[in-house]
Structure formats: structure tokens, C-alpha cells
């Protein structure tokens, strides 16, 4: 029999969550089979995917035996999942955004590395330096999460029925896509930026999810959509990767990848389209711009966790710098962080392309030493990077 969640456990669970240290927490039920709601997500997944818009994601892409889409529907993989607690972590640092003009236009001599990457925390290595060693949102998650499953087998046990719950915790990493499931929870909306927002945290915010076999007889109130008539960040995106109108059926919310600076920049393996690189911009690690636009992010609290401190060297990193570190030291200064799993390779080439937009002659010498580099597609961006830069240079275009 499986165990069925009141409402006074809800209220625990949310309760517990923030204790343990997220700033939100909420319970979705998982839909039942050939509801309505499964099939409205399993066709908006499915149709998404279709579209190309996973580029080369293979994870996202998996199917069972029936050809199904795992990431369309949560029973698929789990069979025993009925509910789904949704926890968020806010990230937000008082630390300027990409947006924010620099001191040393014009041109740019720093890149960008997205704010959920900043994070780091003081280890027994470092704490001599004072710095902080990399630490990847994930690890830091899953481990809070571990300990909110720890409490809600306790209590179940305490019932006398721990047995028959069933748990999984994940960050990313699940089959399941965590914002439809965040919505339904009442954690937050989908804004048009496809990221959740909460009215009081703004979207600067991390999910982690535990599925479980708990029973939840009453849906959660979804979240209310509060993006009205904006559009900001979509006319802000600088290479058009939101989609709007909505073109996939029933996706009220949805950006094609394989145009967005975050895929381009951190999944994309090989080369970058050449259309696109010049939108690139001074990315090197992601992408912020659609969440430093929207309003509900005016006032986003600073996070007070302290679970995600961020490492002040990442912010506005010096392409330079980025450029002149060896692989020993990329491993040391990245290691256990996000940029970890990218590798070095990838984010030299970012870092060459951003040279390339940078508008700035200091940068030829780097960009011709690669543009002779063993690896080819460090080599390829290179060359593209310093001959964009000469046709700037010449032709005084603004950038
Ligand atoms: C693949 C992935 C990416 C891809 C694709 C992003 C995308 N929009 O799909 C890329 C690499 C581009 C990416 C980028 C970023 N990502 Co990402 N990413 C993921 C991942 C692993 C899977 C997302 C997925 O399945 N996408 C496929 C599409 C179809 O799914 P979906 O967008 O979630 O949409 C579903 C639901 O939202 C639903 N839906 C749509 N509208 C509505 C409306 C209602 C009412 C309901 C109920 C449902 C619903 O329909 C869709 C199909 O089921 C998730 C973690 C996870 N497991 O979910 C993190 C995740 C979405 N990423 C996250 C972050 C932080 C980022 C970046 C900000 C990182 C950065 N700074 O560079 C950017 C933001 C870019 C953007 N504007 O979305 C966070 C988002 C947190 C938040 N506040 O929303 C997540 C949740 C990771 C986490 N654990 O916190 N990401
Ligand atoms: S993360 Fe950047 S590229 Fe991706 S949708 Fe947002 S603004 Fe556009
Ligand atoms: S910028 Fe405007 S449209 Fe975009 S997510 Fe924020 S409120 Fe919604």
C-alpha cells in the first residue's frame, strides 16, 4: 500500500527544506498515466526535442523500448514516482552583471563566466591561500537533498512504514525536466526566459528534486505566470534563441539550444556555427543576459545560505588570464567546479572567440600563437577570432 501524503507532512517537508537550507521548497504530484496533464508534457517534450532544439544533447534525447521520450514522462524510468519535492537554492551574489558597462570601453578585456559557476568553497588546500576551491551546485545540492531524504524516511519509519517509501534524489541529472515540475509545486513560474521565477527570490535559483512513492491526494496551486506583456529578455537575447510565438503545441515556454550562449559555450563540443560567434559576445562560461533583464530580478535578494559563496576571481576574469592558463593550473583553479566538466579545450576556444569580438589589438599575438595550436578546433576559432579582429581594427566598426 503505498503511503499517502497529508497535508500537515507537506507543510513539514517545506518547512524542513528551509531548515536543511533552501530558500523554497514545494510538492508536485507526478500525473497519472494517459491523464491529460502526462500527455500535454509528454507531447510539449517530445515536440521540443523533435524540433532539434536539443542540438547535441543525447541525454535529453533517450527513449524505452517503445521509442518514448524518458524526460516526457517521469514513470517511465520510475515507475513507482508519485510525487516529486522540488527545492531551490538561491545563488545571487551583489556582484555586477554581464550587462553592466565596464571601465575599459571601448573593447573588453574581461569575459564572462555565468554566476551559477562562481561558486566555490574554502577547502583544506586553499584555506592556507585564503581562496576558495571550485564547488559544483550539483554536489552542494544533492548533499542537502540527501539530508532531507534521510528526514523523510525517519518520519515515515517513525510511521511505521518506511518500507514501502521510495526515494531518488537528483540535480540535473534525472529524467525528468525539474521546471514543469517546479511550476506545478508552486516554487515558481516559467518566466519567458524558460527559467523559474519567484515573486520574492527573483530567478537567480538552483533546483534539486527528490522523487518519491508518496501519494499526494491534492495538486499543489501552480505557480502564477507573471511575466504579462514583457519581453524583455527576449529582445535582449543576443543571438534570438528564445522562441516566441510559441511554435512547439502546448509549450506555453521554450528556447531552441543550439542558438543559446549557454549550450554553445558549455555543451557544444567542436566548432560554433560562424553566424553565431559574433553574438557571442565576451561569454566564455554561459549565459546571464535573459535573467540580468528581467525586472523580477530588480530586487532579487542577495542569497544569505552561504551554501553557493562565490569566488570573486570568476567574476569578469580577464581574458588574459583565462588565456595563459595551463592545463595544471586550469585543473587546480576549476577543479570540483562547473567549468571542470567543459575542460580546458573548449573553454580556450570560448576565450578566443571573445578575444575576437573584443575589438582590441592587444589580442593579436595570442590569437596568431593559437591559430598554430595541435588542436584543431582551438586553431580554427583562433584564425576566425584575429581576422575578425584586423577587419575591425581597420574599419573602426563600433562593436
Ligand atoms: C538541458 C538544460 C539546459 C540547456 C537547455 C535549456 C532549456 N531551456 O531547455 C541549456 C544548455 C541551453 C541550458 C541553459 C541554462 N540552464 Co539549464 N538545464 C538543462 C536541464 C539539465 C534540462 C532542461 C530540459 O529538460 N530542457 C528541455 C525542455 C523541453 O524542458 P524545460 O525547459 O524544462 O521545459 C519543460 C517544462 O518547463 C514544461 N513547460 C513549459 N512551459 C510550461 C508551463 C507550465 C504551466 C508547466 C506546468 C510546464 C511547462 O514543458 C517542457 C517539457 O516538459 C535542466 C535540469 C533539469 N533536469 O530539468 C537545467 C536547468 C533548467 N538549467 C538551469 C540553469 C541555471 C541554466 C542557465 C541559467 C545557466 C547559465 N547561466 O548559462 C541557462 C539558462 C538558459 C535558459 N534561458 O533556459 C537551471 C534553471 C533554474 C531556474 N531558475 O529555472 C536548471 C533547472 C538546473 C538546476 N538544477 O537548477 N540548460
Ligand atoms: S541564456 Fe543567453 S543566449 Fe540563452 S536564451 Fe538567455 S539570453 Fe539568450
Ligand atoms: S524579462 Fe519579462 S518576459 Fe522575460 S522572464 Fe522576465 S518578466 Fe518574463
Redesign the pocket.
Known amino acids: 500500500m503505498a503511503i499517502v501524503l497529508q497535508r500537515e507532512d507537506r507543510e513539514w517537508i517545506e518547512a524542513r527544506a528551509r531548515a536543511i537550507g533552501f530558500d523554497l521548497a514545494g510538492v508536485a504530484s507526478v500525473p497519472q498515466p494517459a491523464s491529460s496533464s502526462a500527455e500535454q508534457?509528454d507531447r510539449?517534450?517530445a515536440s521540443?526535442v523533435e524540433a532539434g532544439h536539443?542540438g547535441e544533447?543525447g541525454y535529453?534525447k533517450r527513449v524505452n523500448d517503445a521509442g518514448e521520450y524518458l524526460?516526457g514522462d517521469l514513470r517511465r524510468s520510475i515507475p513507482w514516482a508519485r510525487s516529486v519535492i522540488v527545492c531551490a537554492v538561491n545563488y545571487n551574489v551583489d556582484a555586477p552583471r554581464s550587462i553592466d558597462p565596464l571601465d575599459e570601453q571601448p573593447g573588453f578585456r574581461s569575459g564572462w563566466i555565468?554566476?551559477?559557476a562562481w561558486s566555490g568553497r574554502s577547502s583544506s588546500d586553499h584555506k592556507a591561500s585564503g581562496d576558495y576551491a571550485g564547488s559544483d551546485y550539483h554536489d552542494v545540492l544533492l548533499e542537502r537533498l540527501r539530508a532531507l531524504e534521510a528526514e523523510l524516511k525517519l518520519r515515515f519509519a517513525a510511521q511505521g512504514s518506511a518500507e514501502e517509501l521510495h526515494t531518488r534524489c537528483y540535480?540535473?541529472t534525472?529524467p525528468?525536466?525539474?521546471?514543469?515540475y517546479a511550476?506545478?509545486a508552486g516554487v515558481g513560474w516559467?518566466g519567458k526566459?524558460?527559467?523559474?521565477i519567484q515573486q520574492q527570490q527573483g530567478?537567480w535559483?538552483?533546483?534539486?528534486v527528490i522523487v518519491t512513492s508518496l501519494e499526494f491526494a491534492s495538486w499543489s496551486v501552480?505557480a502564477a505566470d507573471r511575466c504579462g506583456s514583457c519581453t524583455r529578455c527576449i529582445d535582449a537575447c543576443p543571438t534570438s534563441a528564445i522562441l516566441s510565438p510559441q511554435p512547439v503545441p502546448d509549450?506555453?515556454?521554450?528556447?531552441d539550444?543550439t542558438r543559446?550562449i549557454?549550450?554553445l559555450t558549455?555543451?557544444k563540443k567542436g566548432s560554433i556555427a560562424e553566424e553565431l560567434r559574433p553574438l557571442l559576445g565576451r561569454q566564455v562560461f554561459?549565459?546571464?543576459i535573459?535573467?540580468e533583464v528581467c525586472p523580477w530580478n530588480r530586487k532579487a535578494p542577495v542569497s544569505t545560505s552561504n551554501l553557493l559563496p562565490p569566488r570573486r576571481e570568476l567574476i569578469n576574469p580577464a581574458l588574459e588570464w583565462l588565456a595563459g592558463l595551463d592545463g595544471r593550473d586550469f585543473n587546480r583553479i576549476f577543479r570540483g567546479s562547473p567549468l571542470e566538466r567543459t575542460r580546458r579545450s573548449r573553454v580556450l576556444r570560448n576565450v578566443a572567440l571573445a578575444m575576437g569580438n573584443s575589438g582590441l589589438e592587444e589580442f593579436l599575438p595570442q590569437l596568431d600563437r593559437w591559430a598554430a595550436s595541435e588542436d584543431p578546433v582551438l586553431a580554427e576559432a583562433a584564425s576566425w577570432a584575429a581576422a575578425r579582429l584586423r577587419t575591425t581594427l581597420q574599419t573602426g566598426e563600433s562593436l
Open positions: 508534457e510539449r517534450y521540443w536539443a544533447m535529453l524526460r555565468a554566476r551559477y540535480v540535473d534525472g525528468l525536466p525539474e521546471r514543469g511550476v506545478r516559467i526566459n524558460t527559467c523559474i530567478s535559483l538552483l533546483l534539486g501552480p509549450a506555453a515556454r521554450s528556447i539550444s543559446c549557454a549550450y558549455i555543451e554561459g549565459c546571464d535573459c535573467q
